[in-house]
Structure formats: structure tokens, C-alpha cells
């Protein structure tokens, strides 16, 4: 089959295959043809090493596809049910799992970085964060996937399984936003259109957006924000809307030391700041001992949303069928896996793009 190949960590590009296979689906696993998959930043993570990867790999994280093959344990499918992908299946008895915290269950996410799931020209090779979409079938554990119906288009359900999911949670799941607050979100991309969703879905009276690309404004009045400016601009709004108080909750979805930095010094005493974006292992942001005593803050990381996929995967496309959710907004370009180069590089390039799907 076809796959995007990262041949190691470092890589600007990933080389297109066709030698490409899936190893034998174990009794607890499902193979799952790839129907659609999004195009994330964190694959880009992924290639440059900020977040953790294994090389030769198949990147790719955020994707929903069609069961063709179910092992012998597994009673949960059958073939040909559709499925959205998880990058943490939930094992269901860690002391995570058990405590309400399924998004952090490590146990099959600690089994993806030791075992490989496919074969490049007769040698192995992982799936990103134990996916791969960025193939044209993967196996992964049945816990891995959750199902949904076949009249949800693949294109939509691709979104949920990341970027929506991460974003829409952070707000719902981990600051547990409240009607009638004031929000700021400091990144507009995938992710950060998906924290202003959320905000706006929670009743949030406002929404300030902050990128440094113009272009990006618009489209984050479009999906819900109130005011959109761009970094320089944020001092100003920062005293002319909150009298100099700061707002409510500030959501970093950059995770850069600086903007870590400025969530937590527009937020408000006693107010609440979520880091989002994935940051690398040495960006070191400081606090003085004193102000995190003394502004009585919350400082929440945001996993994955904080989401229990069974539960928020279903909630998120039932609000994308009320018109609720604005998935179908989000898909910026449809391309082909040959096209996923070009992808990558507007990304990185910080092109004015929410979502990229592939669909195969």
C-alpha cells in the first residue's frame, strides 16, 4: 500500500511509498482502512523532534476509516463499521482510566513505542503515536478506535479525532469555561479555532483571538470570536475591555515560552490559564515564587482536551449535526497523500490554513 514515510527525525519532507504494509492484526487489534485524516501541526512536531516520534515511522495521528479486519477478542466492531481514530485508547482499568482520567492511560501509548505496526520495504516501522494515518490502512488496538455512523462523513469525523478534540476540550473538559466570561486565545490555527468554538458553545461574552497573521482574523470572528488582534495589539484591549483586570481564562495554543508567558500575564487574578500547544522538552518558562502565591491563578495543562473519547466523540459530532460545531468550515483544501508535502510546508510556513484533509 501507499504510505508518507518519515525515514528519520530531522526530515523536512517524508518520502512516498508503495512498499508499504501492516503487520498481522493481533486478537485485541482491528486494521482499519484510512478514509480521511487531517493534516496537524504535531505531525510537524512529530518530524523535527519536538514531540516524541520514532523513525522509520508512518506519521499521521488525526484520521477515521472503515473496519475491514477485527482480531479474535474483539466484539466491540465488526467489518465494515466506520470508526474514528484515538492516539490514546483508553485500557479501561489503569489507575487512570479508573479515576476519570482516560486521556492520560499510557499503557497503549507506552506498547506503541515498542512495537512496530508496519513494514517498509521489509523492515519495521512505528505508527505515530500508534496511528499512522498517513497510510492507506493501519492496525491499531480495538480500544483505539470509537465508533460512529455511517452517515457521518469521514472528512468530519478525521477532525474529532485531534485537533477539534483537543481544542473544544481544553475549553469544556479542563477549564470548564463558564456563560457570561471573558476568554483570550493566543494562536488561531486548527486547534485554536477549535478553543474559540468551545468558548463560544459555553456561552463565553467574550472571545479575544491573537495571531500575528491578519489573514487569520477573519476567520476567527467567523467562528466565534468577538475581537481579533495581533500580539502588539493585546496591551491595549487588555486595558480598554478589562479595565487592566485581565480576562477570566487565557489559553495558550502555541506552547512557546512567550506566549505561555503572556496567557498567564493577561489572565486575571484568580483567573485561569490553560497551556494548549505542545512545547518543546527544554522551553523553560519562569514564574517568580511570589506572583504564583500572590495572583492566586490556575495553571492547567491541557492534554488531548482532557477527553474520555467514548463519551466526547459522540457529544462533539451530535453539536456538528445540531449546527452547533462548525466542522465543515474548518477543512481549509482537500488533497491526495502525494499532495501531503505541500501540506506540511504551508504549515510550517504559517500559511493561513486550518485543516488540511486528506482523503484517500
Not at 504510505?3 to 486494521?31: C, F, H, K, S, W
Not at 484520521?63 to 465494515?80: K, L, R, T
Not at 503515536?129 to 455511517?150: C, N, R, S, W, Y
Not at 502565591?293 to 466523540?313: T, W
Request: aromatic share 6%; hydrophobic share 45%.
Amino acid at each position: 500500500m501507499k504510505a508518507a514515510v518519515l525515514n528519520q527525525i530531522g526530515d523536512t519532507e517524508l518520502e512516498l511509498r508503495d512498499d508499504v504494509t501492516t503487520t498481522d492484526v493481533g486478537p485485541a487489534e482491528i486494521r482499519i482502512r484510512v478514509r480521511a485524516t487531517g493534516v496537524c501541526h504535531s505531525d510537524i512536531s512529530a518530524m523535527d523532534g519536538t514531540l516524541p516520534a520514532l523513525a522509520p515511522g508512518i506519521l499521521g495521528h488525526e484520521g477515521a476509516g472503515e473496519v475491514v479486519e477485527i482480531g479474535g477478542a474483539v466484539d466491540q466492531f465488526a467489518v465494515g463499521d466506520h470508526a474514528v481514530l484515538t492516539f490514546v485508547p483508553p485500557c479501561g482499568t489503569c489507575v487512570n482510566c479508573v479515576g476519570g482520567r482516560p486521556h492520560l492511560c499510557a499503557i497503549h501509548s507506552i506498547a506503541a513505542f515498542m512495537n512496530p505496526r508496519f513494514v517498509v520495504g521489509g523492515n519495521p516501522a512505528f505508527g505515530y503515536a500508534g496511528t499512522g494515518t498517513f497510510a492507506e490502512e493501519l492496525v491499531v488496538p480495538a480500544a483505539g478506535a470509537v465508533q460512529i455512523g455511517a452517515d457521518i462523513p469521514f472528512e468530519i469525523a478525521a477532525l474529532v479525532a485531534c485537533g477539534v478534540m483537543t481544542g473544544v476540550g481544553a475549553v469544556l473538559n479542563t477549564a470548564k469555561v463558564t456563560p457570561g466570561s471573558t476568554v483570550l486565545v493566543l494562536g488561531c490555527g486548527g486547534v485554536g479555532i477549535s478553543v474559540i468554538q468551545g468558548a463560544r458553545l459555553s456561552g463565553a461574552a467574550q472571545i479575544v483571538a491573537v495571531d500575528p497573521v491578519v489573514d487569520k482574523h477573519e476567520i476567527a470572528r467567523h467562528f466565534g470570536a468577538t475581537h481579533a488582534v495581533t500580539p502588539e495589539q493585546v496591551a491595549g484591549l487588555h486595558q480598554s475591555l478589562t479595565g487592566s483586570q485581565g480576562w477570566d481564562y487565557a489559553f495558550d495554543v502555541v506552547g512557546a515560552p512567550p506566549t505561555i508567558r503572556s496567557a498567564w500575564d493577561n489572565a486575571r487574578r484568580g483567573g485561569t490559564v490553560v497551556v494548549v500547544g505542545a512545547g518543546r522538552a527544554d522551553a523553560m518558562v519562569r514564574f517568580s515564587a511570589q506572583e504564583l502565591f500572590l495572583h492566586d491563578k490556575r495553571l492547567l495543562g491541557s492534554f488531548y482536551g482532557g477527553a474520555d473519547v467514548r463519551r466526547d466523540y459522540p457529544m462533539l459530532l451530535r453539536l456538528w449535526q445540531a449546527g452547533k460545531l462548525d466542522l465543515d468550515g474548518m477543512i481549509t483544501k482537500r488533497i491526495k497523500l502525494d499532495e501531503i508535502n505541500d501540506a506540511l510546508r504551508a504549515l510550517r510556513d504559517g500559511a493561513n490554513v486550518i485543516r488540511q484533509i486528506v482523503t484517500y
